[in-house]
């Protein structure tokens, strides 16, 4: 019996050599047709998670360049990347230790970064991850399951793991070094692109922009800037700049490294900027970059005047070389050609660009027909809107492209250039190879200066249902939640009910202050007071559900929902009253009034979706739950706090929040008596001195009080008074304990106070 037991374990072994060796042979195949990197990455993961049995596989290779860990995957119709530090995560920890690992709860270990899932969107359970290396034994990344689909990762995967990706470790390096040489012939043609493209160009703008772009790639630095030398304020300024943004930088110029270079005409190229006295750190304090190196080269014109300087930031893995000088100088030639070509033709440019920015930064399609009915222009939103190409609508003629189901778009037409007065239509609907649309749509006579008939125009507004939803959402919550949400459709604003936690503020003696700052600074007010509130709620996957005059009414929960969506509603209404003490002290300075708010939580169910009538549809929620967060936020005047929660919000938080029960109610309209809170964690030591000792000393006079022990608890609420003169709950409830002496509850008494008002 033994003999047929080794003898069987003997015979597993030979299967499961055979079997690897198969998958070695698959993989070797596989790759060795594979297109490119971006099709092996794929490969390799798709077969190690199929034969592991792991949800889902994923390749980071090793950027020497940069430090990072790198891999693609395909988001719907997108290629995307993601990039981590080589030291950080769990792939970065096994590419530096050399040494694979096995983790069955991802969100216990330390070093498993929860951003990445929050990126993607997927939730990681267990990993499986092994390093990748070349035949020599060099590192150049990892291997990386997630989630395996039936029980745990087994030494087994992780053995199988590794001589699959040694398997691939050749081919995903050829690809590598594949790419890599693609990528440096681009730059290289892109070079000589831009250099025989320069002395043609008269367009200054994009000439530019592309001739940046160049320098920054062919230097391999992190950012270049052209400064153009304006000669009647002394000035040099930024016409152009690589990782600028909208930033725009003026300076004196005999200022920094850049003035200098403009003043003596002589090339600088300084390895460390904060060691240099002529570098001005101010730039990068008003930027937010950290200038390491720099390379600046003065622009000279053909008469030898120097124009403006170019300057590159930050050559990645060192220095700036003579060599880096030499290409840097070579482009600033051309650069000053470009400028002074351009200066031929800027001043009829602008208008025509003005013109043509507005038609391309419209999210409304704009047509425009010469008086032939000729079309001839089409902006990019009319483009997007039809689903066509510029050839498949320029230079027809208007009743040819509006014929059939669109018939009605060249009757419009027709009319307008008659009556020469414009037509909308609302609501209307426009058939292409794209589908059905619906759209506004409006025509436009087009007329000279001379009142010359010059065509028509049309504007065309998208309003088709993903549009409607998303510029709906989109009012009430983070836009990339919005996004998000469209991916549910529109069922969703047809009427769900779900569980959700309804938060409530109110300005206090709002009246009182709109009386005394009159009309436009009350809105200039609500405006400023509004804006930081709303990124409070929002911060936290909030949804602002509507504003009702000063008041607020946010959910948490829906259209969305979060396992701690009770917690996020607590974490913001204590960050609006962390941000409404920084914006009163910013008032108070400024010699204006504070203000002070009441913030009211419930949890409950709750009907959302989109009610109204035709003519107008919001997106809210109704029921008890929303009342009850209402009257709790009303209740705060009477309770003097700041935030009050219901005991069915308390009792699902997850995390630990300094708080007290205040009282047990039945609230207006009511029979059910429910337990409210006050939450304190936004108090500073300052503003609620002894805190935990006043907490306790409240808790226990609370109990008195419920147990008709009216001395006890008097006793019990002065001692916390003691500690805090100003706790108001403490104060009222002695106030009620010597009302009950004189005045006895019934033998049923059970501590629960009826509110009379809203």
């Not at 996957?541 to 969506?565: E, N, R, T, Y």
Request: hydrophobic share 40%; net charge negative; proline share 3%.
């Amino acid at each position: 019996m033994p003999e047929l037991v080794k003898n069987g374990a003997s015979t597993r072994k030979r299967t499961n050599k055979s079997r690897l060796a198969v998958i070695l042979l698959e993989v070797s195949n596989k790759l060795a047709a594979s297109r490119d990197l971006e099709d092996a990455l794929a490969i390799l993961a798709s077969m190690s998670a199929a034969e592991i049995g792991a949800d889902r596989g994923s390749i980071f290779l090793n950027d020497p360049a940069t430090g990072e860990l790198y891999t693609r995957y395909t988001d719907g119709r997108f290629n995307r990347e993601i990039r981590i530090l080589n030291t950080s995560g769990v792939a970065g920890h096994v590419f530096h230790a050399g040494k694979g690992v096995i983790i069955h709860d991802a969100y216990a270990d330390d070093r498993f970064q929860k951003e990445i899932d929050l990126q993607t969107g997927y939730t990681t359970k267990s990993i499986l991850c092994v390093p990748l290396r070349t035949l020599k034994g060099d590192l150049i990344g990892v291997s990386q399951l997630l989630n395996k689909l039936d029980g745990e990762f087994t030494e087994q995967d992780l053995s199988m793991l590794e001589a699959m990706v040694a398997q691939a470790a050749i081919a995903l390096e050829s690809h590598r070094t594949v790419e890599n040489l693609q990528a440096a012939r681009r730059q290289e043609l892109e070079f000589l692109d831009v250099v025989s493209e320069v002395s043609s160009e008269i367009k200054l703008g994009p000439l530019l922009q592309k001739l940046i772009r160049a320098i920054t790639k062919m230097l391999d630095a992190e950012r270049s800037t052209l400064f153009i030398n304006d000669e009647k304020t002394k000035e040099l300024y930024t016409e152009v700049g690589e990782g600028l943004g909208a930033t725009t930088i003026r300076m004196p110029n005999n200022v920094g490294i850049a003035g200098t270079v403009f003043q003596t005409g002589e090339t600088v190229n300084i390895p460390h900027a904060y060691a240099d006295l002529r570098f001005n750190p101010s730039f990068d304090r008003k930027t937010g970059f950290f200038t390491r190196s720099i390379l600046c080269v003065p622009v000279v014109n053909k008469n030898g005047k120097i124009i403006g300087v170019t300057q590159v930031l930050n050559k990645r893995g060192g220095a700036f070389t003579s060599d880096d000088e030499a290409r840097l100088k070579a482009f600033t030639s051309q650069i000053s050609i470009g400028l002074e070509n351009a200066k031929l033709f800027d001043d009829v440019e602008n208008i025509k660009n003005y013109n043509e920015s507005i038609l391309e930064s419209m999210s409304s399609g704009v047509i425009t027909l010469n008086p032939d009915g000729v079309i001839v222009t089409c902006n990019s939103a009319a483009l997007r809107i039809m689903s066509l190409q510029p050839t498949e609508i320029l230079e027809r003629p208007a009743e040819e492209f509006f014929a059939g189901a669109n018939g009605w778009v060249l009757e419009r037409i027709r009319l307008v250039e008659g009556t020469q007065q414009g037509d909308v239509v609302m609501d209307a609907e426009m058939t292409f190879s794209g589908g059905t649309l619906s759209v506004n749509l409006t025509v436009l006579p087009l007329i000279s200066v001379n009142r010359k008939k010059l065509g028509s125009m049309l504007m065309i507004e998208d309003i088709t249902s993903e549009k409607r939803v998303k510029s709906t959402m989109a009012r009430y919550m983070d836009p990339s939640v919005a996004a998000k949400l469209l991916m549910a459709g529109e069922d969703v604003l047809g009427g769900q009910s779900s569980q959700a936690t309804i938060l409530f503020s109110d300005i206090r003696s709002f009246t009182t202050l709109t009386e005394e700052l009159g009309a436009q600074a009350t809105v200039s007010l609500l405006n400023e007071y509004f804006t930081v509130m709303v990124d409070c709620i929002q911060a936290q996957g909030g949804m602002l559900d509507k504003f009702i005059g000063d008041a607020i009414m946010a959910v948490f929960g829906i259209p969305l929902a979060h396992d701690d969506d009770e917690d996020r509603a607590v974490r913001a209404a204590i960050s609006m009253l962390t941000e409404l003490n920084i914006f009163n002290q910013k008032r108070t300075s400024e010699g204006r009034r504070p203000i002070n708010i009441g913030i009211g939580l419930n949890t409950d169910n709750i009907v959302s979706g989109n009610i109204g009538s035709p003519k107008r549809m919001d997106y809210t929620v109704i029921g008890d739950g929303v009342n009850l967060a209402s009257r709790l936020e009303s209740a705060c005047k009477k309770y003097g706090a700041r935030l009050l929660a219901s005991e069915l919000t308390v009792k699902k938080l997850k995390g630990t929040y300094r708080s007290r029960e205040v009282d047990r109610v039945v609230v207006k309209g009511k029979t059910q008596p429910v337990g409210i809170f006050e939450i304190v964690d936004y108090h500073s030591d300052e503003s609620f001195p002894n805190l935990m000792a006043v907490l306790s000393a409240f808790k226990f006079g609370l109990k008195c009080y419920r147990e008709a022990k009216w001395d006890e608890a008097i006793k019990a609420f002065r001692e916390g008074l003691g500690m805090n003169p100003e706790d108001f709950p403490s104060k009222m409830y002695i106030e009620r304990c010597e009302y009950l002496k004189k005045s006895p509850p019934k033998s049923d008494w059970d501590g629960v106070w009826v509110l009379d008002s809203k």
